[in-house]
């Protein structure tokens, strides 16, 4: 059975900005010469090129394991409850939690 293979994203963002949005390279070009894009960082990369959107598209957004430890990593770090992670990551705190109990017991 083959591995699931995930988008190109770093390839994808990378023409999109050369050919659309030139001028915005220089603040993307840190997130681009990372070797993997996390799902957060893809986030950036959204709100760098098209802005602050409205919309909240939560419901769509799928965070492998790694993205889940890495915004885990930062409540621990920055001593945030549930609540304040989900705010600053526009996320449930059910979700919040939920990724606890799976990744911290």
Not at 15 to 28: E, F, H, Q, R, V
């Amino acid at each position: 059975m083959e591995k699931y293979k995930q988008p190109d994203f770093k390839q994808i963002y990378t023409d999109m900005i050369i050919s659309k949005y030139p001028n915005k390279y220089g603040l993307c070009e840190y997130l681009l010469s990372k070797n993997e894009l996390l799902a957060l960082d893809i986030l950036k990369l959204n709100t760098i090129i098209f802005g602050a959107s409205e919309k909240n598209n939560s419901k769509y957004r799928s965070y492998k394991t790694t993205d889940i430890l890495s915004i885990l990593d930062y409540q621990k770090e920055h001593k945030l409850n549930n609540s304040q992670v989900a705010l600053h990551f526009k996320l449930s705190r059910n979700t919040i939690a939920k990724w606890r109990k799976i990744f911290l017991v």
